[in-house]
């Protein structure tokens, strides 16, 4: 009897365990004719699965990396999507895409697939096709597409297609159509059902003939016909086409514009836009003073249709004619004289000439009484200076004279309480800057790398300011407290003067106080004097010349005022400063830090200790050498820290230390030497981001499932075994997670990519 009732226990444990096994619904397969058809592809270029590494059952193909799939009413999975894109695979575009019934969407772009471009006739229910830059060797279009399929984005970019675009005719559900940089042929005309069509490019092709049937779409937006060869008027498509904001029409063959939007470079096709006879002469002679002017901008057209002339902008007068109020040739590269006949363009309000190669002398601009806004940069002036040059009752608003070459006094400016913006960097002005007191209605001011000199307290005059940057010249005394006097100033650069002291907090970087109210306590003098000593190349790097109590005024060092009426260094960031030599010691004396940051430099090991930072938050210290330094008792355990980053800083040993900090928000101990288990960060429930990858980290890691607060997890590239949880019913937010190259056996999440198979 008693050796019975054990039996009898497993035959009912086998037969429940067989009744839930049964229950259990089967996941849905993927349809079989969508398998053959990916065998097919894989056949036909098996770069595909090589690249993309579908190396399991072709069953599982919905798990494949490129593939999406939708439920079907037969209740199997079918493909619709079909994405390879910038993976640089090579071959032959399979021509079984096309046995993909379901598909919706291809998007194979930015690789290096090679023609015949293959028949996707049918694929009846086709809504994007993208296989932008790939070479199709001349294909043609002619039966590619099911005509009724619902087309709306076709990107067929740099293709090497041939032939003519008619086959898009029955498209009306076109949005978006990118043609460009192929050899398409002919005409047009078939695009004229597409009033869906928001964005149309067509450029650098050979097309040709009218473009009058662009009229009748009237949705389009973003239009790109530029290196055809169109002929025919442009029409004013803006007004059909009201949203019309981007228009490219250079490099054809077109007779004249009918549009303001779409007809740059072109003459207009009726004398509405007759430019006066005064500045037609004022033209001529500055295509004689400089005829790298009308060569370099493609001035070919008589000069009474100057308005339409690249570059420059028109204004009807009282008078019928138009005036030329502005005048803009910006980065082409044009040299040669800036033309004195500028200054016979009287109705000029705005010049614009900057970062091309213009050579002096800076010619006169005295008779441009309504000049308001004049931009010279980067050209070379050849010494020439500012007297007499402008016209005092000119309104003008912003000027920008950088790099210009320029000398003298800037004294004229004084002149002009209108100015706003007044840019006069990297020149070789002298002289005094008291003239400016006046410019009230100045917000931005830069009159760096020049060699003025004297005193700066008249700015406190300039209540405006937001932008002010003085660095790089001999100004003396004492910088004042400007933001007092100008509250919306947000950027101030003082550097490389000779200033004594300074009185203001935003602008007084490198510079000592005049008075005593920020010193430094005398243990953090006492740490900071020690750091300089461990690691002279810190002062040095950072320009700390002036005297230690003064160290809150130090580079990269942060102060709060503590209750003893002293200031105690809470941070200290040194990032990208290219600092080498070892990581101080003395930084664990600094008692207040709560912020370290010295990324990106070169120091080298051993990483000190720091737990006497009782108070630290903040740890970054990525992409230095601390030469196999290990974690063990560097931190205080009792330190709220919230963000580490200690990436690639050649660490060794466990990372067991982090699990006493559950204040941790973020950690990242990516490209280090680390090994063990990750146990220990399972009581780290405030993480919202954990960055392991590219170390010797092994064991499994169910231990993720305490982290609720997950967003962002890389544990790519380690020793991880066992199977992927699915984090995400844990973690709700979890959106961005890694888990490739481990050894993991399977994965039950379907947010972490990871190229193992589903459990």
Same mark, same amino acid.
């Given at each position: ?46 770069? %595909? ?31 619709? !999507? ?28 930015? &690789? ?22 790939? /070479? ?35 498209? $009306? ?9 192929? $050899? ?15 964005? *149309? ?15 009748? *779409?009237? /949705? ?31 490099? &054809? ?68 004619? &138009? ?8 980065? !082409? ?26 050579? $002096? ?29 402008? /016209? ?17 006094? %800037? ?167 290219? %600092? $080498? ?19 990106? &430099? ?31 008792? %560097? ?86 075994? !066992? ?18 190259? /481990? ?17």
């Amino acid at each position: 009897m008693n050796n019975r009732k054990p039996m009898a226990g497993k035959f009912f444990a086998v037969f429940l365990l067989v009744t839930v096994a049964s229950a259990i619904p089967a996941a849905p397969v993927l349809d079989p004719a969508d398998q053959a058809a990916l065998k097919a592809i894989m056949t036909e270029n098996p770069n %595909i699965p090589a690249a993309l590494g579908w190396t399991y059952s072709v069953a599982d193909g919905c798990s494949y990396t490129g593939l999406t799939c939708t439920l079907g009413d037969d209740g199997l999975n079918h493909v619709t !999507g079909f994405s390879v894109n910038r993976g640089n695979v090579g071959g032959a575009m399979p021509p079984s895409i096309n046995a993909l019934l379901s598909l919706t969407a291809i998007s194979l772009e930015w &690789n290096v697939f090679t023609g015949p471009l293959p028949s996707l006739d049918q694929l009846a229910n086709l809504q994007t096709l993208s296989l932008g830059v790939n /070479n199709m060797q001349g294909s043609t279009l002619d039966g590619i597409f099911n005509v009724s399929a619902p087309l709306t984005y076709v990107d067929l970019e740099q293709c090497d297609l041939t032939g003519s675009i008619d086959v898009f005719a029955p498209f $009306g559900t076109l949005v978006s159509l990118s043609l460009v940089d192929n $050899g398409f042929t002919g005409y047009i005309y078939a695009l004229a059902a597409l009033t869906n069509l928001t964005t *149309l490019n067509l450029g650098s092709n050979e097309l040709t003939g009218s473009i009058a049937v662009l009229s009748r *779409l009237t /949705n389009l937006q973003s239009l790109d016909l530029s290196d055809n060869q169109f002929t025919g008027d442009i029409p004013a498509l803006e007004t059909s086409a009201r949203s019309l904001s981007q228009c490219g029409m250079q490099y &054809n063959n077109f007779t004249c514009t009918r549009s303001k939007t779409c007809g740059y470079g072109y003459p207009p096709c009726d004398l509405q836009y007759q430019l006066s006879p005064d500045d037609q002469a004022a033209l001529t002679a500055i295509m004689a003073e400089n005829q790298n002017l009308a060569s370099g901008l493609g001035w070919t057209f008589p000069v009474k249709y100057g308005c339409s002339y690249a570059g420059v902008t028109c204004t009807l007068g009282e008078d019928g004619l &138009n005036h030329i109020t502005g005048f803009s040739v910006n980065r !082409g590269n044009i040299g040669g004289p800036m033309p004195p006949s500028i200054n016979a363009l009287l109705s000029l309000t705005a010049i614009s000439l900057e970062w091309n190669v213009f050579t $002096g002398p800076l010619p006169s601009l005295n008779q441009l009484a309504n000049l308001q806004s004049l931009v010279l940069a980067e050209n070379n002036m050849q010494g020439s200076t500012l007297d007499g040059v402008f /016209n005092v009752s000119a309104p003008l608003t912003y000027v920008d004279l950088e790099q210009c070459g320029l000398t003298g006094f %800037i004294d004229v400016f004084g002149d002009f309480g209108t100015l706003k913006s007044l840019v006069l960097d990297a020149n070789d002005f002298t002289g005094s800057i008291d003239a400016l007191a006046g410019l009230t209605n100045l917000t931005s001011l830069n009159l760096g790398n020049n060699m003025l000199e004297g005193s700066i307290t008249n700015l406190t005059n300039l209540t405006n300011l937001e932008q002010l940057v003085l660095l790089q010249n001999q100004f003396t005394g004492e910088i004042p407290a400007l933001e007092g006097s100008a509250p919306s100033l947000n950027q101030c650069e003082m550097q490389y003067n000779n200033f004594t002291c300074t009185r203001s907090k935003t602008c007084g970087y490198g510079y000592p106080p005049c008075d005593l109210q920020y010193q430094l306590s005398p243990d953090d003098q006492a740490a900071l004097t020690a750091i300089m000593a461990e690691n002279p190349n810190i002062a040095s790097g950072l320009g700390w010349t002036f005297p230690v109590k003064y160290g809150c005024s130090y580079a990269g060092v942060t102060c709060t005022l503590g209750d003893d009426g002293l200031n105690h260094v809470t941070g200290f960031s040194v990032n990208r400063g290219n %600092i $080498g030599g070892p990581m101080p010691p003395s930084i664990n004396a600094l008692l207040s830090l709560t912020a370290i940051s010295l990324e990106w &430099n070169v120091f080298t090991g051993p990483l000190p200790s720091l737990d006497q930072l009782a108070n630290l938050q903040t740890l970054a210290l990525g992409m230095n050498n601390m030469q196999g330094s290990m974690l063990d008792g %560097i931190f205080n355990v009792s330190a709220p820290l919230t963000y580490v980053n200690l990436e690639q800083c050649g660490l060794t040993g466990s990372i067991d230390v982090f699990g006493a900090f559950g204040t941790l928000q973020s950690l990242m101990l990516d490209a280090n030497g680390f090994t063990g288990y990750i146990y220990a960060l399972a009581s780290l429930t405030n993480l919202t981001s954990l960055s392991l990858n590219s170390n010797q980290l092994d064991g499994t890691i169910n231990i993720l499932d305490s982290l609720p607060n997950l967003q962002q997890l890389d544990l790519s590239s380690n020793k991880f075994t !066992g199977v992927i949880p699915d984090l995400e019913s844990t973690a709700k937010s979890l959106n961005n997670c890694d888990m490739m190259y /481990n050894d993991f056996t399977c994965s039950k999440s379907s947010v972490c990519r990871s190229g193992y198979p589903p459990c």
